[in-house]
């Protein structure tokens, strides 16, 4: 059975390459945006490993490099998520290690050298981590909160050296991925409403970032991130209002339609300027996605499927791009400051994950089927009113 599946996918996989689909023209750019004047961003994080496995991206049927297709459609920034010592990825890979730190530094050599900006995202995990789970690494588990905090700091604070070194240093930094019921569970973790740990945490990772750029020509703006706009009145009243975490640059949100209790557009603006106007902080959609179908190739189950759409935005290539280029203008409109579209890249490939072979995330990504640049990464170019 085992053989027969890797044959299937094999087959699906050159059927990929080798299939027709419509090519879709690159609009004539209205404007490229400057990553600090209105960030638009991509979460390339799978991108090395996709490439590794064989896994092609095209414009107009012909073969491009990602970054640099990226940069040449607008996109100013590259998001990568950072994993503490992720060896659990060691027999799904075939032995080699993704969003580690040297990973990382790939991809953010090769954002820079296409002339994007970074924002490096730090799980302080081994493995994922989400409103779910937020492990802490394996080497952390056993520490007392003071050790915890201190491990917090010294790996932040390496991490950046470690880039200084080599001329990456990112322009963002995210403290946490998606930190709604806190961070480095069990220590770090919001009970019964108390934000005091995981709000220690938090100044541990700032502190770090704070003292590096002291001595650093790029001084990273910190984001802290908390998922879905239902979620982020009560995280930041506790984070911000109870816990006076203020010394951070960006509120960033996840906002993705099938879990969100926001699904107008009217919403997302009314939500960020209360945001804005509470807080006076940056505001930015730091993960985000929209399907373009409903179908998918491989064997591996979409997460999003044929009912999880928005109304007035079918799941098509143009429901797409237009629920893009709304989005971005509802987040402009209440003074938001950027987007990062996660993981647009992750197109089906021979790639492996624990959960399958291929993508979960095809019909999100912004290139179709057989790896052709599709309409919505005309968004990024888009003229919007500021």
């Known amino acids: 059975m085992k053989a027969a599946l890797v044959v ?30 209105f960030c638009m961003g991509a979460d390339l994080s799978y991108v090395n490993q996709i490439l590794d496995k064989g896994g092609v991206y095209k414009d107009s049927g012909k073969i491009k490099d990602p970054y640099e297709l990226f940069a040449s459609y607008g996109t100013n920034t590259v998001r990568v998520r950072l994993w503490h010592s992720p060896t659990w990825q060691l027999p799904v890979t075939g032995g080699k290690l993704y969003s580690d730190l040297y990973d990382v530094e790939k991809t953010i050599r090769r954002s820079k050298a296409a002339g994007m900006a970074v924002s490096l995202d730090l799980h302080y995990s081994d493995d994922w981590a989400d409103p779910q789970k937020q492990a802490p690494p394996a080497v952390w588990e056993d520490l007392s909160f003071e050790l915890l905090k201190d491990s917090v700091y010294q790996y932040t604070l390496n991490v950046l050296k470690y880039l200084q070194s080599k001329n990456l240093v990112p322009e963002m930094i995210q403290i946490g991925n998606e930190t709604n019921p806190g961070m480095l569970f069990p220590k770090g973790q919001i009970v019964n409403g108390n934000f005091k740990p995981f709000a220690e945490l938090l100044k541990s990772g700032i502190k770090a970032v704070r003292d590096f750029s002291a001595t650093s020509t790029i001084k990273p703006q910190i984001i802290l991130h908390v998922a879905q706009l239902q979620d982020a009145g009560w995280w930041t009243k506790g984070v911000i209002g109870i816990e006076k975490v203020t010394d951070f640059d960006i509120i960033g949100l996840s906002h993705y339609s099938k879990w969100s209790k926001v699904n107008t557009m009217q919403g997302v603006t009314d939500t960020i300027r209360s945001l804005v106007t509470l ?104 003229d919007y009113k500021f």
Request: with cysteine; aromatic share 14%.
């Open 8 to 37: 299937l996918i094999s087959v699906l996989f050159i059927f990929c390459k080798s299939g027709k689909e419509t090519v879709n023209p690159k609009l004539p750019a209205a404007k490229k945006y400057k990553w600090d004047e």
């Open 279 to 382: 807080y006076n902080k940056k505001v930015m959609v730091v993960e985000t996605a929209y399907p373009w179908t409903g179908s998918n190739l491989d064997s591996y189950n979409n997460l999003f499927g044929t009912t999880d759409s928005v109304v007035g935005y079918p799941l098509s290539p143009e429901g797409q791009h237009a629920y893009m280029k709304d989005l971005v203008q509802a987040i402009i409109s209440g003074g938001g400051t950027g987007i990062q579209y996660w993981e647009p890249a992750w197109i089906t490939s021979p790639m492996r994950d624990r959960w399958g072979t291929g993508s979960s995330w095809e019909n999100n990504a912004l290139f179709g089927f057989y790896g052709n640049v599709l309409p919505a990464m005309n968004y990024m170019t888009a």
